[in-house]
């Protein structure tokens, strides 16, 4: 049976601009995404996937601790619950936060507001998701959790607030290799990116 994700099978399908992204073996992947892309449910299955097949451990960041929870209750627990595999693979443990392997491979879910939770483990691969409402100061207590491991992965998504800060900061996307999603146009066929000033025409009916 096919994992489920918001209850409903868990599949690519019209949203190919994800597939490369989440095959990507580089150590660092950065994305700029808007809202409702679905890279948060891409990168949920891909940590499942991890933890289960390659047995890395993975502390998945949310902003603030309050929405860890709730997080979980949506995103986390109905993946594992929708396929006989992935529930035969972790075992029952007394936090909500704190998922386990039967090979005590660990994800656990944070908020970046309480420093002390991003001190506590080591672990293999940092998924901060929504960075640029993140408590910044804190961050670099959580990448230093990967000081002792071999495989040292993080991926940065987030929606961006204001040019120049967080993931649009010099040192993050601007210094990436900054791949693109290409689409045809309709009309000329002509390969291009989509973006506001280009392709959106506020007020009438046609893009």
Not at 27 to 39: M, N
Not at 128 to 135: G, P
Not at 188 to 197: D, K, V, W
Request: proline fraction near 4%; include cysteine; hydrophobic fraction near 35%.
């Amino acid at each position: 049976m096919k994992l489920k994700v918001d209850a409903h099978p868990f599949s690519l399908s019209g949203r190919e601009y994800i597939r490369k992204v989440i095959r990507d073996t580089s150590q660092e992947i950065l994305v700029k995404k808007a809202a409702q892309t679905a890279f948060t449910i891409a990168f949920l299955v891909r940590t499942f996937h991890w933890v289960v097949e390659r047995k890395w451990h993975h502390l998945y960041l949310l902003p603030l601790k309050t929405g860890a929870v709730p997080f979980v209750q949506k995103r986390v627990d109905p993946i594992i619950d929708s396929n006989e595999f992935m529930r035969h693979s972790f075992k029952s443990v007394d936090n909500r936060t704190h998922k386990q392997t039967q090979d005590n491979i660990a994800i656990l879910i944070r908020g970046t507001n309480v420093e002390s939770e991003l001190q506590e483990t080591p672990t293999d691969v940092v998924v901060f998701d929504e960075y640029d409402r993140m408590v910044q100061n804190f961050l670099s207590d959580a990448r230093h959790r990967t000081d002792g491991s071999a495989v040292k992965k993080f991926t940065y998504l987030s929606t961006p607030t204001y040019p120049g800060q967080g993931l649009d900061a010099d040192d993050m996307w601007h210094s990436s290799d900054q791949h693109r999603w290409f689409v045809p146009c309709p009309h000329c066929a002509r390969m291009q990116t989509f973006t506001l000033e280009d392709n959106v025409q506020i007020g009438k009916d046609e893009y």
